[in-house]
């Protein structure tokens, strides 16, 4: 335990070394946190070029699949998907004793585009797939810290029971209505890249129209199911009304940026430690380095 924790330590003093801003960069750090101060109005105010948004400092998105403990039958890749409600819980409470504040996406999003202000560490929690323990065991905790989630839910799957239980059109609906996010995760959890024509109606239109009319809200925001997507495709989105789109830990597209949000998972088998600096690792740099 205590090896582990100075391994990471160790990591993570060699990336604040490694990540020292240039003179050029800490000038710009210095207008972003002084524009930051501003109270932006998004209506009088020229949305970011991709470039500006790229620079802006990326906000920490985790993502949660099921919570629940593990079985006998589970494979080993799937581990990455499970944590235990215990550890969940755990890493929740890490969250907000070291003083994040969750964010929503709204707020992210007038964030990067608008450079509006963001509560001190912000933190985005995002949960994908609809599963019933989301709801019972995530938002549970959530509420105990503050905090406010976002529910990539993947309309085929409301109210089935089975193998898996996830959640009805009701637990949707509270979740809306207590101030979440419900956003797309599409219909059947089809693979973004492999998108035929007919798909944009079964996979996006449709699933859209059905969160809606569930929660009473539009649905701006979308992650991509294996966090795949298809830089040829992508203007598809805003086409189809969507203000930003979630991935995984794979690297923005500097043409999308808005669609190609950044998120890491926190594994069943990280603890507390390993998350918190995991967040660090991925997410605390002062500017993307990363390509493609
Ligand atoms: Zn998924």
């Known amino acids: 335990m205590i090896k582990s924790a100075l391994l990471y330590a160790s990591v993570s003093s060699l990336l604040l070394t490694s990540c020292q801003p240039s003179k050029a960069s800490k000038e710009k750090v210095a207008v972003t946190n002084a524009t930051a101060t501003v109270k932006i109005d998004s209506a009088n105010t020229k949305p970011a070029d991709n470039k500006t948004i790229m620079a802006r400092r990326e906000v ?3 993502c949660y699949h099921q919570i629940r403990n593990n079985i006998a039958s589970d494979s080993k890749r799937a581990h ?3 944590i235990a409600p215990d550890k969940f819980r755990e890493h929740m409470k890490m969250l907000a004793d070291s003083g994040y504040h969750s964010i929503l996406p709204d707020q992210l999003y007038n964030y990067l585009v608008y450079g509006a202000r963001l509560p001190e560490k912000p933190i985005m929690i995002t949960f994908d797939d609809t599963d019933e323990d989301q709801f019972t065991v995530g938002n549970a905790t959530l509420k105990k810290y503050g905090f406010k989630g976002v529910y990539f839910i993947m309309t085929v799957s409301i109210g089935r029971k089975g193998r898996i239980n996830y959640m009805t059109k009701e637990q949707i609906k509270q979740l ?5 996010t419900i956003a ?4 059947d959890h089809k693979n973004f890249a492999q998108f035929t024509d007919g798909d944009w109606k079964t996979q996006i239109d449709e699933p859209t129209k059905k969160l809606e009319e569930i929660t009473g809200k539009k649905v701006a925001y979308f992650a991509f199911p294996y966090g795949v997507c298809k830089s040829s495709t992508l203007h598809k989105l805003k086409e189809y009304g969507f203000k930003a789109a979630f991935i995984l830990s794979t690297a923005r597209d500097e043409n999308y940026p808005l669609y190609t949000i950044r998120r890491i ?6 603890t507390a430690k390993n998350l918190y600096y995991s967040i660090n690792k991925s997410f605390n740099k002062t500017k993307s380095k990363q390509s493609g």
Do not use: A, C, Q
Not at 265 to 270: F, K, L, S, V
């Open 265 to 270: 998972i926190d594994p069943g088998r990280y």
């Open 60 to 62: 920490p998105v985790l």
């Open 80 to 82: 990455d998907d499970i």
């Open 176 to 180: 809306s209505d207590e101030g979440n």
């Open 184 to 187: 797309s995760h599409t219909y």
